[in-house]
């Protein structure tokens, strides 16, 4: 295309029309002009149309020569936006129009001169490179300190008993039954203190380093009885003496051990700071009172056991046997007995007319299913009761009881006493400093008031948090349930929390339970609910 008198060129990427007046050319529109643009080269240029507007009307009406700039060439748009608290930057790049297209080099020349000098990522700006065309696009990443590690305690005793039970989200205890009792000796190794760490400084994109939070460094715990560091290394622990390790927080402590072949009339009574081990049986009337851990290879038969530990017994509780543990308590099986634990009863076989009291769980007969039965007698557990056949038709009832924890409840009930005195000790304080604060001071006792008010607050708020913990754990036994694997025979009078439901005819497998709107039910293998009346 010609236009007679009109031309375009380019200077320095501007696109200048020039016009010389010619007599009698045909009048032109923006259309033209745009036509004109594509085809010298220019289409894809910026044009400024309000340029070609006025360059129309001036060509059409001017009798003059003139210049004036119609369109230029730019290149891509590079814009680096830092965050606010330096640890990214985001890339955004406006297509070229006529002009040269962004490359990597020149994206990483922005990032450069916008002070990016830390976390670039390659393949993030290659891409961003490669679609030509984003808004706000992740380029470069900060990096955020990796605190230091505080002490680590690494037990060198993998069979160390740790007498802290731990509830899982179900309120469940993980009970792992345990064998005969670990002995370690004189200078073995108990534990290793690992030292904390400095952790690893962080950056952010303009490159200003961030300082970690180095590890606390923690010492072994003091007054670690039957344990000692080594003389040799200030951050291994070995054992003083010959006994059981015991898991404490930051450290082992070692229990004194005594082991004897019989508890009968010949040895008398035992009464020990320790663990004790007993190889044969304890006999009729015969007591074994122990601070740590007792085991017994072979019968209680009407003896007395009392544990501040857990207490296993390789074969039977028999004969109007009295068992308690401040942990768990595992026997082959029982009969005619009282088996007090503060964790799990689990018995291999079976319970015959026995009471049975747990403050969380009693299993029955997982290892043997085929023989496992509670029979007569009185089980109580807060959380779970699992026997593969509850009750007999041979027996008389067998009286459960689940979602109950006495000992909780006391403890709630005594703090609940406690908290409305240190709420009233509180309050008076308050109404003293008050009264003191309003009507003069003479003898100097506002501050000692206040400091006392103080006091009792911090008291009175940890006795709260106190009872929020109780609370809370004494709220699980809302999922306190009772799984019968082969099924319910006999009469069982079965109670939830004061809910009681009277079971006299058989009932298979399945898992019984306590519904607020519904009461006791029983739900099947198959997911079938059946609400007990």
Known sequence: MELAGISLTETDGQVFLRHQPVPGRALIDKETLHALLAQSGFGACKIHEEAVARAVEDCNTLQTPFVVQLAARLDAAIQVHIAADDMAAQLSLVAPQGGKAAGVEDIQRALLEAGVLFGVDPALVAQACAAGVVDHALVARGEMPQNGKDTLFEPLIPQAVDRSPKLDANGLIDYRERGGITVVKANDPLMRRVLPTLGVPGHTVRGRELAPRAGMDVPFATQLVGAQVAVEDSNLLRAAVTGQPVLVERGVTVEPLLRVKEVNLATGNIHFDGSVQVDGEVLQGMKVQATGDIVVSGTVEGGLLEAGGDIRVVCGIIAHAQVQAQGAVSARFAENSSIHAGTVIALDDMALECSLESLNQIIIGDKLPQRGRLVGGTAIAMMLLRVPLLGSNKAGVTRVTVAANPELE????????????????????????????????????????????????????????????????????????????????????????????????????????????????????????????
Request: glycine content about 10%; some cysteine.
């Open 410 to 533: 006391l403890q709630l009930q005594t703090l609940g006493l406690r908290l409305e005195k240190e709420k009233a000790t509180e309050e008076n304080l308050e109404k003293l400093m008050k009264h003191l604060a309003a009507t003069g001071d003479p003898k100097g006792m506002l501050e000692r008031v206040k400091s006392s008010w103080r006091q009792a607050v911090q008291v009175w708020s940890k006795s709260l948090a106190e009872r929020v913990e109780l609370e809370r754990q004494l709220a699980l036994t809302a999922g306190a349930k009772v799984v019968v694997g082969l099924g319910v025979d006999g009469a069982v009078d079965l109670a939830f929390a004061g809910k009681m439901v009277h079971l006299r005819k058989e009932i298979g497998e399945g898992v019984f339970s306590c519904a607020p709107e519904t009461g006791i039910i029983h739900t099947d293998p198959a997911g079938r609910v059946t609400a007990l009346a």
